[in-house]
C-alpha cells in the first residue's frame, strides 16, 4: 500500500532523518518512537501530504483516503463538540445521530453543545477520536493520539485500531512510549 525508499527530510541544512524505507505491505500498525525532534511528527507530515520537500521516494499501490490528525486538537473553540465532528472535512458526510452514538462511547454526549474552548485536553482528545472512529479512510496517520487519555479511553482506542485494521486499514502513529505491544516500530533515532 505505502512504500518509501531512502526518505530524508532536511530542515535549515540540517537532516532531521534520512535514508528512512519501509513499506506497509505485511503490517497493519506502525509505530514511530525516538526523542523529541527525532522526525516523528515529520514524517507523518510527509505521509499526508502536507510536507512535500522531501528527498528520496514516497509511493501508494492504491488510491489512498488519508486520515490526518496532529498532537494538537486543531478545534474550532467557538464550535460546540457535535459541530467540530459535523464539520470535520476529513469525514463523509454523517448525521448527528451517527455523531451522537460516537460521542456516548466516548462519555462525551453530555458535552455535545459545549464550546470545544471549555473543554480539559483529553476530552478535546477525545473529538479527534470520535472524528477517527468516523472516518472511512484507509490510511490513518496519527501523531501521538493516546496522549492525555485516561484508561478507559486507552482501551476504547486500541479497540478502534483493532477495528480498523480489520476493514483493511493501515495506521501509522507516533508515541514516547517504546512498548511494543504487537505494532511494528519504527526507531526515528536510528535515521538521525
Known sequence: ???????????????????????TTNDSVFKLVGDNGSGKSTLLKILSGIY????GDLSFSEKKLV????????????????????????LPKISY??????????DLI????IQSAYLSEGQKRKINIACFMLSTANLYLLDEPFNNLDRKTTDLLKEIFDI?????????????????????LIDMNLFN
Request: charged letters at 30%.
Open 164 to 184: 480498523k485494521i480489520s476493514t483493511g486499514a493501515k495506521i501509522i502513529f507516533s508515541s514516547h512510549d517504546r512498548s511494543n505491544e504487537d505494532f511494528s
Open 52 to 55: 512535500k520537500n522531501y528527498e
Open 97 to 106: 445521530s451517527q455523531i451522537n452514538s460516537v460521542l456516548k462511547k466516548l
Open 1 to 23: 500500500m505505502l512504500k518509501t525508499a531512502n526518505l530524508s527530510y532536511k530542515f535549515d541544512d540540517k537532516y532531521i532523518f534520512s535514508n528512512l524505507s519501509f513499506e
Open 67 to 90: 486520515f490526518y490528525s496532529g498532537h494538537k486538537a486543531g478545534l474550532k473553540n467557538n464550535l460546540s463538540v457535535r459541530e467540530n465532528i459535523f464539520f470535520d472535512i476529513r
Open 110 to 113: 453530555d458535552y455535545s453543545d
